[in-house]
């Protein structure tokens, strides 16, 4: 029985297309069958993060219109079996999906995979609505700015409105040198003030911009620290205890000169 | 008036401008973080209330006007009213100093 999970945060271009590629990579990576869906209609951009634009036939919008079976609108994964995608139409009819359809298609998932993993739309109007409607549970992507975190929490509210329980959190982009100087809010800091239990933090990473380029997510890459948080992040869901720590600069240059020597891993 | 204005402005021995010019300095210290989080968690309360500021501010002179019908020695002005968020509790906070009243 799959979980479904949706990645959602109120603002866009904090990072939940990115976080549901590489969740979702990393947890098949890690053994887990995955189905990931890009709830995004009319601004597709998972299956280009993931690298399978060029094949897809099918996509969500097909499946719920009875034009094709969802089975053969999944595409499958170049490089990690058990891996899947449902890519979202580039319609522009943002009615097309209901809530309804939503729950329908993730209870027909539910019974061969482990993992749902929803990429949601930004906002908090249908789109979002429709993303979080077949949810077990959610998970919050904020930046630690101000904007940010500010949508997280009316998001938060909608969700626990939704009664879907209490989300969890996933801080991205943070810069620990900014953190150092105290000109960038802290992990703790964002913790504290959204009240949500966090599951993980991604620091700003340049190989997410060159993973993404080539459509691999980075959590292949093992010199991303990025891919790493995200590799933690999934064993977390897995329910693996990873301890999360606030990621400092140090734990960056010492991981980068002795993380192979030692095998030593900053615990992002 | 920024800080460099007011350093200016600061005379040796004047009482006033040195406090001012020394909770400048204070001030110069809060980091960028510190301010941020202290405007999220004011903004945060606000919009989970849904509370206006006209609404916020009509509050507080009909909470002015209950309290002067029990406390007249207090000063209107000296109340003040704040949403905030403590801890993992949201919270409306009113601190009323008294005076002692008049025979
Ligand atoms: N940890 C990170 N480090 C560096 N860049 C990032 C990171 N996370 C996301 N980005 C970049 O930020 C931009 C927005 O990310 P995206 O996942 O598309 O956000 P959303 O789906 O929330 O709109 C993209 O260009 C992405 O490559
Ligand atoms: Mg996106």
Redesign the interface.
């Known amino acids: 029985m799959a979980r479904v999970i949706t990645v959602t945060s109120g603002k866009g271009g904090v990072g939940k297309t990115t976080t549901t590629a590489n969740l979702g990579t990393a947890l098949a990576i890690q053994g887990a069958r995955v189905v990931v869906i890009d709830a995004d209609i009319g601004l597709r951009n998972l299956d280009v993060v993931m690298g399978l634009e060029n094949r897809i036939v099918y996509d969500l919008v097909d499946v719920v219109e009875g034009r094709a079976r969802l089975r053969q609108s999944l595409i499958k994964d170049k490089r990690v079996p058990e891996l899947y995608l449902l890519p979202a139409a580039q319609t522009r009819d943002k009615d097309a999906v209901s809530s309804d359809d939503m729950i329908d298609l993730t209870n027909q998932l539910r019974q061969e995979y482990d993992f749902v993993l929803i990429d949601c739309p930004a906002g908090i109007e249908t789109g979002f609505k429709n993303a979080i409607a077949g949810a077990d549970e959610i998970l919050i992507v904020t930046t630690p ?2 904007s940010a ?2 949508d997280a ?2 998001v938060v ?1 909608l969700v626990e409105a939704a009664e879907k329980g209490p989300p969890r959190l996933i801080i991205n982009r943070l810069n620990p040198r900014l ?1 150092a ?6 992990m703790d ?1 964002v913790v504290e ?1 959204l ?1 949500l239990e966090p599951i993980g933090v991604v620091p700003e990473d340049e190989h997410i911009v060159s993973s993404t380029n080539r459509g691999e997510a980075a959590v292949f890459n093992q010199s991303s620290q990025a891919g790493r948080a995200f590799h933690n992040i999934a064993r977390r869901l897995n329910g693996e205890h990873v301890p999360l720590l606030e990621p400092t600069e140090q734990n960056g240059v010492f991981d980068r000169l002795f993380g192979g020597l030692f095998g030593r891993r900053a615990r992002t | 008036m920024t800080s460099r204005h007011r350093r200016k402005s600061r005379t040796v021995d004047g009482g006033e401008d040195a406090v001012s010019f020394f909770s400048d300095l204070f001030r110069r210290k809060e980091t960028s973080a510190q301010v941020a989080k202290e405007r999220l968690l004011t903004v945060l309360v606000h919009d989970r209330v849904k509370l206006t500021p006209e609404a916020l501010e009509s509050f507080k002179t009909d909470l002015a006007e209950l309290i002067q019908r029990y406390f007249p020695s207090v000063q209107p002005s000296e109340i003040e009213v704040s949403l905030l968020r403590e801890h993992t509790s949201d919270r409306l906070k009113a601190d009323i100093p008294l005076r002692r009243a008049l025979d």
């Open positions: 700015e101000v975190v500010r929490d009316r509210g953190v100087k105290g000109e960038m809010l802290s800091e003030i009240a």
